[in-house]
Each structure stands twice: as C-alpha cells, then as structure tokens.
C-alpha cells in the first residue's frame, strides 16, 4: 500500500469530543465505473481537483456502455465502485434481475432527467397544451396532451413507443409517473413478463442514454426519459422538443448514488468512507457560491473521457436554465443540484420510494408490509458511512454542520411536490400506493 503524504483524521460518531485516530485506505488503487452523464460530475470533479489523491486513493474512472454493463463490473469486482442509478441497487439486493447485497453511503444528485418527444409529436401534442398570453407552452405539461397523440397512432395501427435507460432506473419511474399522471398506462412487469408492456396505452423501452437522440431520429422510438445532456442534444440537434423536466415531475426528486458491495464496504471501511468523503467535497465545490463553478464543472464534463459532449449542450442544463423548444429557454435553477437541500445525504425515504414504483409497476410480486420497506432501504442505504465522512469534513473545515442533517431518522417529512399533488409519506408506503389511481395496491398481483 502506498503512504500518502498526508494522514486522515476520523472522528467517530457518538463522542462529545473528538476521539482522534489516523486512518489509511485498506486499497488504495481503485477502479470506478460511470455513464456517460453530467451526473456523473462528483467523480470527475473529485478526480480532477485532487480530492481522491488527497485522502490517499488513486483512482481510475472508466466509462461504461450500459447500466447493466455497469452493475456487472461492480458485482464481479472488476469495478469498485460506481455512479448508478438508485434503483440499482435496491433491486439487486432484493434480487429483482441481478442478485447481489449493493450498498450506497452517498447519493450524488437531485433533478437532472427530461421527458422529450420527436417533433412529429410535439406538433401533435402542442395543440392540446394551454399557451399563455406570448404565445408559449404553459409548463408544466401534463401527459393528457399526449394521450390524443397516443390514440391517433394507434388509430393508424402503429404502436406509441418511448426509451427509458433501465427497467430500474429514475427515468423508467419518472415516465410511468407522468404517463399515468396523465391517464395513460404505462404497463406492468410480472415474472413470467419482464417486458413491462402488459396492458400498457404507451410501450417502453431500453435505449442506452447516449444512444437517445439517434433512436429518436430513427424512427425507432417516439420519445424518451433520459438524464443531461441527452434531451438538449435533442433541442440542439433539432430532432425533438423536451416536453418536462423531473423537476417539474418531483420536485428535488433523488437521482443518482454511488454504489459499492456490501462485501467490499464490509472489507474496506476505511476506503468507502474516504471515498465518500471525497465525494462530499466534489458536491460542495459543484453548487457552493451559487454555482459559480458550474461553467468549469462543465468545461470537465465536455471532454471525451467523461461525458463527451459539446460544452454549450452541457451548459445548457447545468448553468440554471433549461432549453424547451428552440429558444425557449426557462430558468430552472434548481435542474440539477448537487449539495444543497441535503442532496448527498442517503435518505430511508428515497429508497422506499423507488420500492414502492417497483411494487406499483409489478416488479415486485406480492404486496409486503411497510417493515419490508424500511427494512430493505436500511440494508441499502448506508447514512452511517456518509455522516462519520461528514463529520470528517466539518472538522477539516471545508463544511459546517448546518449543511448536513444532524438529528434526522433517515425519513423526510411527507411531500405533496408532485406533479399530480399526491402525498407522499415513506413511512407509510402501502396507504401511498393506495392513493395512486393507476398501478397494483393492496393485494393486487398482475393477472390476478
């Protein structure tokens, strides 16, 4: 193992007083995997300012094709660690497709994902959307504009068909939210069906994010949920017309995390709280002075080994506003944060959430009881791990502790801030899924 040049200071949780002891990484040379998405920024921007190498790791970040590519890697430890999607390992663990106990101690973004259309339906869906007095889209849009476009396609013997990234992905739940917000169905998973198609008004799914835009412009798919920058390049390509933001679906909706195996936390804890640590950091740099480091946050984004996109594509999402049709550009400052709001801090109440689409949609069978819930999002998600790193920072002064949620059980309090106004308590998953109009509650089992 190689000596670093300077020691880490721990402090453990649960003293009044610093209990003081140095700690090293158990490995020190790792390997993390990441998408090509701007939400991939902590990595690069912990890797590119220093701060892995400052808390003795060396560190190399590979981009992968796909998620499942992805997810693979960490399980057969060619990957250390990686930028996932939060569904990913909450599925894995409960053994919904690849079965393997993957453990998160930090969250790496809110916002950050659009819904967009190809201009064909665009033109159809815009004349059943309000415009104000200029003349411009009312926002947010409700997925009611699109079901008229939905019956004309099928009135002409064509299926309606969108991309998502992943069947456990944000962008899978954040479509299907919003088509059934809408009134469309967007389809149920069961075991003997993983296509998520029965019953479905819309059909979905998988397209690799950066291969987006293209599958749009084929003709292969009418629209899409996907991650920055691949709805701008829809705008910049002039292909397709972002139509929502999940923003404006889920206010401050979790995204992102970093995942690693329980195993390797479980042999590495010295290394999984120094990486986190490091995390924190980048996430700090990423929103503090109220963004102002956004435009050199992109300018990193923009090169080939991490996102590869054109700059002003990147900027376009990343700076604050966010780019609709073709010059109609809005201000959404909050389209992706990284730090504020407690965006880095695992909470119990996302994981549950994405338990419950999964229960919603099909992907998980049989009713459970909310124990189930809370019990898996504590085997999941790793608060513990991210608060002694916090404490970490606080004392080496790069935070204070009003940035972080001392005190919390791991549950915010219950949200209404959906696009439909729904309430949404995680402390009581089941009555929530009840309050859902489309998808499985009780004891309902597709087909049954």
Partial sequence: MRLTASLMLATVLGTGAAHAEFIFPEKDELTFGFIKLTDMAPLAVAYELGYFEEEGLYVTLEPQANWKVLLDGVIDGQLDGAHMLAGQPLAATIGYGTEAHIVTPFSMDLNGNGITVSNEVWAMMEEHVPH????????????????????????RGESFNMGMVFPVSTHNYELRYWLAAGGLHPGYYSPDNTTGQIDADVLLSVTPPPQMPATLEA???????????????????GIGVPVITDYQIWENNPEKVFGMTAEFVEENPNTALLVTKALIRAAIWLD???????????????????????????AASMTG??????????????????????????????????????????????????????????????????????????????????DFPFGTDGYKDPTDAFLDGVMYDGRQPNAYLDSLTIGLKGDESVGG
Avoid at 220 to 233: D, L
Avoid at 369 to 384: G, H, N, Q
């Fill in 288 to 314: 503090e002075n109220d963004n102002a480091n956004r435009p050199e946050a992109v300018e990193i984004l923009s090169r080939p080994n991490y996102v590869g996109a054109d700059a002003e594509v990147i």
């Fill in 219 to 237: 003709g292969t798919i009418h629209g899409y949920c996907v991650g920055e920058p691949w709805n701008q390049q829809a705008v910049f390509k």
């Fill in 132 to 155: 104000d007095d200029a003349g411009l889209p009312i926002h947010p849009i409700s997925a009611e504009a699109l079901a008229p476009v939905v019956e004309a396609f099928n009135d």
């Fill in 321 to 402: 506003t966010f780019e609709f049709e073709e010059g109609d550009v809005r201000d959404i400052p909050d389209f992706n944060v990284f730090f504020r709001y407690y965006a880095t801090y695992p909470f119990y109440s996302d994981a549950v959430w994405y338990l419950t689409q999964m229960r919603r949609w099909g992907q998980i069978a049989e009713p459970q009881p909310d124990s189930w819930f809370d019990e898996v999002a504590r085997s999941v998600y790793r608060p513990d791990i991210y608060m002694q790193a916090a404490q970490m920072v606080i004392d080496e002064g790069y935070a204070t502790e009003a």
